[in-house]
């Protein structure tokens, strides 16, 4: 039997890694977990984040995951170094992959980081590029609309580029060359929040990142699936499964065209 890569996030948003697994590595099977009954979770306090990673991180073992992949900032931010305690398969987050590629990507050294209120509060991202570069300028800002209009599948209205572009008003008398999309929700939102920006920002989206550094972890154990026949994807969301399995489907387009999906609806928590 394969062994599954389980990636789990507070919603849709760990779609952006699941695509870039799926893209980098189509022989790897993946389980899924969407929180959508509780997100989001940058709102929320540290411990409650910290126990519901816990709780599904415990539903997704019963699988026999070979890694886990903590495909939301705010979970990786606070519960990170306590799922690795907690589990005996290498655990990876998106925020260190998110920061090198952003010190990879800057020219000017000045770095936007947006992201819930949890992952700015938490300053995970400012301390993750200060280790590669203590030189490095770093402008943070809390977006706590975003993520709503996501979870809705509201990507490209004018009132999402309204919503966006007032938002990040405050970092218009910046000068950023590089912004990091420090939540998984927002790339979903990257075209509204290209033109806020405007064409002299390079988005940073740590999907890319995070797949090619499980992809190493993988080869580096040898872990890689090698079997020739298509894997089944599982994919669990805790709130509506027909607005989670629109979004998942429209975003990962071909990728789930191609191979065998199944959708199932767990019992975790107390919603």
């Given at each position: 039997m394969q062994r599954p890569i389980a990636i789990l996030d507070s919603g849709v948003g760990g779609l952006t890694?699941?695509?870039?697994?799926?893209?980098?590595?189509?022989?790897?099977?993946?389980?899924?977990f969407g929180d959508t009954a509780r997100t989001p979770y940058g709102p929320r306090p540290a411990e409650e984040v910290v126990r519901f990673t816990r709780e599904i991180v415990t539903y997704l073992m019963q699988y026999n995951p070979k890694m886990i992949i903590i495909a939301c900032n705010t979970a990786t931010a606070v519960a990170l170094e306590e799922i690795r305690s907690v589990v005996d398969v290498p655990v990876i987050g998106v925020i260190n992959?998110?920061?090198r590629a952003a010190i990879n990507s800057t020219k000017s050294g000045v770095v936007g980081i947006i992201g819930t209120v949890g992952t700015v509060r938490s300053r995970a991202y400012e301390q993750a590029l200060k280790r590669l570069n203590p030189n490095i300028h770093v402008a943070s800002l809390a977006c706590p609309l975003f993520v709503p209009l996501v979870e809705q599948g509201n990507f490209h209205s004018p009132e999402t580029f309204h919503i966006v572009e007032d938002s990040l008003t405050p970092l218009k008398e910046i000068p950023l060359d590089t912004l990091i999309l420090g939540c998984t929700h927002y790339p979903f939102l990257s075209e509204s929040i290209g033109r806020a920006v405007g064409p002299g920002v390079q988005l940073i989206s740590s999907d890319n990142e995070t797949a090619r550094e499980m992809s190493t972890i993988l080869q580096e154990t040898g872990k890689l699936a090698s079997q020739a026949e298509l894997p089944v994807h599982r994919f669990f969301c805790s709130g509506d499964p027909a607005l989670f399995k629109s979004i998942a489907q429209q975003w990962l387009g071909k990728q789930i065209e191609l191979t065998p999906v199944v959708w199932q609806i767990p019992q975790i928590g107390n919603h």
């Open positions: 890694v699941v695509r870039e697994v799926m893209r980098q590595l189509p022989r790897e099977k993946v389980i899924y992959p998110g920061a």
